[in-house]
Every structure is written in structure tokens, then in C-alpha cells.
């Protein structure tokens, strides 16, 4: 039942770079958007980059913007999020999921486990 698994997390330090993956086993997914969300202890959770199904489209939080790029490879079923330049702010759970476009914050599949990201100072 398990439809998206996130992988790449990890500690860094400041500076440094990671690049999260997101595969999903639902081929209908292709023709959706996607995003991805994070949640920092006692945060909510919410949207930080989204994609739209074509690829055309993104969406970035404003914390990110600059430093963090989506993408997505439909032949692959995997969606990416390649971060650079993190700060600790960025440290939290990392979750993907399909979206109703890429900008809005609601999930429509069931969560995955996530993935850590830890940013030391």
C-alpha cells in the first residue's frame, strides 16, 4: 500500500548540499502534480517546493527560493529535490506527496515515512 518513499536525507553541515528522492509506485501520479513538505519539530507541516505534471510549472517557498530546485523524471516515476547552500532552519522530516496544483498545500495520497534532513551549524 505503500505509494511514495522518500530517500536522501542526512546530516550536514551549513553550506552543504543533499539531493532528496521520491518515488512513487501509482502511474497515475504522472499526471498529477507533486511536492514536496517538510515539518520541523513543533512546526506543521507544509508545502516548500512544487511541480507540476509536465514539469513546466514550480512553486517555492519563500525560505528556499534560490536554493532549492524540484524536478521530475516521469520515466523514472521519481521526483527530486536538490538543495544547496542549507542552513539549520532547513533541519526537518521531508515528505512527498501529489498535490492538487503546485501551489497548494493539501496532500492527496497517503504519507510516506519521510526522510531526515539535519543541517548543523
Known amino acids: 500500500q505503500v505509494q511514495l518513499v522518500e530517500s536522501g536525507g542526512g546530516l550536514v553541515h551549513t553550506g552543504e548540499s543533499l539531493r532528496l528522492s521520491c518515488a512513487f509506485s501509482d502511474p497515475d501520479f504522472t499526471r498529477y502534480s507533486l511536492g514536496w513538505f517538510r515539518q520541523a519539530p513543533g512546526k506543521s507541516r507544509d508545502l516548500v517546493a512544487g511541480?507540476?505534471?509536465?514539469?513546466?510549472?514550480?512553486h517555492y517557498k519563500d525560505a528556499v527560493k534560490g536554493r532549492f530546485t524540484i524536478s521530475r523524471d516521469s520515466a523514472k516515476n521519481t521526483m527530486y529535490l536538490h538543495m544547496n547552500s542549507l542552513k539549520p532552519e532547513d533541519t526537518a522530516v521531508y515528505y512527498c506527496?501529489?498535490?492538487?496544483?503546485?501551489?497548494?498545500?493539501?496532500?492527496?495520497?497517503?504519507w510516506g515515512q519521510g526522510t531526515q534532513v539535519n543541517v548543523s551549524s
Open positions: 506527496n501529489s498535490i492538487p496544483n503546485p501551489y497548494t498545500s493539501y496532500a492527496l495520497a497517503a
Open positions: 511541480i507540476s505534471w509536465y514539469g513546466g510549472l514550480t
